[in-house]
């Protein structure tokens, strides 16, 4: 709807801009205003004619739709009947009331003045028909720009409704285990969850939160499955600079602490460690997560195939694209996960 007002709106401005044009440019060589006041009611009407039938029936109707034989045959008789109706109106209104004398050396049939009227005509068609249509193809670029944006929001909203799901699984199987083993902490645990819970369904509906809500939720999560493996595991988080001016997406970093629970502590049933790092510099934010690993327990490709580390990889394509790093790397009995983001 906007497209087609704004479409009018152009037309408008355009007709009456050559109105004024044909009437006040014309008249003001010669200060005969009414003569042409007179000749622009009569030859514009006809040239915006020959416009909107060479683009609405020639170019929408025949050219665009690949009917060639059509478009060249209509374009003939276009313009062959508009310009014999500019030099009919000149022929037949202006010689008798302002040159006489031309009825006498020029016929109506005399090709140089048939050849300057058609000029007249489609010079002014081709300069409306540009407008047209760089108009036009301008509003598809908007219209593609914009149906890119809604297909990045709704990627965007699958992929972090894929995260949510498959964390709560993860926790009430926590859950899950504690109850078996009757342990006081269930009560304790439950109320994290709770709180983890309102995090997904309040902050996670925000674009970007800070980097500290993020790492707040973080530990609480990191604190339910201590509870889970107990004094084997250690856990460190450490950060080294301020990350007050940075903000991130929710549930981006999540994924890749829970990828280290997974495919690193959970298969180790010794001793395991989790070391967290975050750091800024020029302008970049750097998380590292390095976790232990049983030496060729799982084969060295798996860790990367895990649905956290794709979620946050098509994530980072659509939210920072060329403004992100992303790397896994596996070696001996541990395995390292970087991820630096540039501020916006």
């Known amino acids: 709807m906007n497209y087609n007002r704004s479409n009018v709106r152009l ?3 355009f007709w009456l ?3 004024l044009y044909e009437w006040l440019g014309q008249a003001s060589l010669s200060s005969e205003y009414r003569r042409y006041f007179i ?3 009569a030859i514009v009407p006809i040239t915006g004619m020959a416009t909107w039938f060479t683009i609405q029936v020639l170019i929408k109707k025949f050219l665009l739709k690949k009917r060639i034989l059509a478009f ?9 009947a508009f310009t014999l109706a500019r030099r009919a109106f000149n022929y037949f209104y202006t010689y008798p009331h302002y040159w006489p004398e031309g009825l006498k050396t020029t016929s109506y049939w005399w090709f140089p003045k048939l050849l300057i009227e058609g000029v007249n005509i489609y010079l002014i068609v081709a300069l409306y028909t540009m407008f047209y249509f760089l108009r036009a193809w301008y509003e ?4 593609a720009q914009e149906l890119q944006r809604d297909k990045a929001v709704a990627q965007l909203e699958l992929l972090k409704n894929q995260v949510q799901p498959h964390f709560i699984f993860n926790t009430l199987n926590n859950i899950y285990s504690l109850s078996l083993k009757n342990s006081p902490r269930t009560s304790d645990l439950i109320y994290r969850l709770s709180s983890l819970l309102s995090y997904m369904l309040y902050d996670s509906r925000q674009e970007f939160i800070p980097v500290s809500k993020e790492m707040e939720y973080i530990h609480n999560y990191i604190e339910l499955e201590k509870i889970r493996y107990g004094e084997r595991l250690d856990v460190a988080v450490n950060c080294f600079d301020s990350v007050d001016q940075f903000t991130i997406p929710p549930l981006l970093i999540l994924p890749l602490v829970e990828n280290s629970f997974k495919h690193g502590v959970s298969n180790d049933v010794g001793n395991s460690w989790i070391r967290v790092d975050l750091s800024v510099k020029d302008d970049w934010l750097t998380v590292k997560i390095e976790n232990s690993r049983i030496a060729d327990a799982c084969n060295g490709h798996a860790v990367y195939n895990g649905i956290g580390i794709e979620n946050v990889k098509k994530r980072l394509e659509i939210i920072y694209p060329e403004r992100h790093e992303f790397k896994c790397m596996s070696e001996g009995q541990s395995f390292l996960t970087i991820l630096k983001i540039k501020k916006s």
């Open 140 to 143: 598809q670029q908007r219209l």
């Open 39 to 41: 000749n622009a009611c």
């Open 17 to 19: 801009l050559y109105f």
């Open 11 to 13: 037309g408008v401005l």
């Open 72 to 80: 060249r045959i209509g374009f003939v008789v276009g313009v062959v």
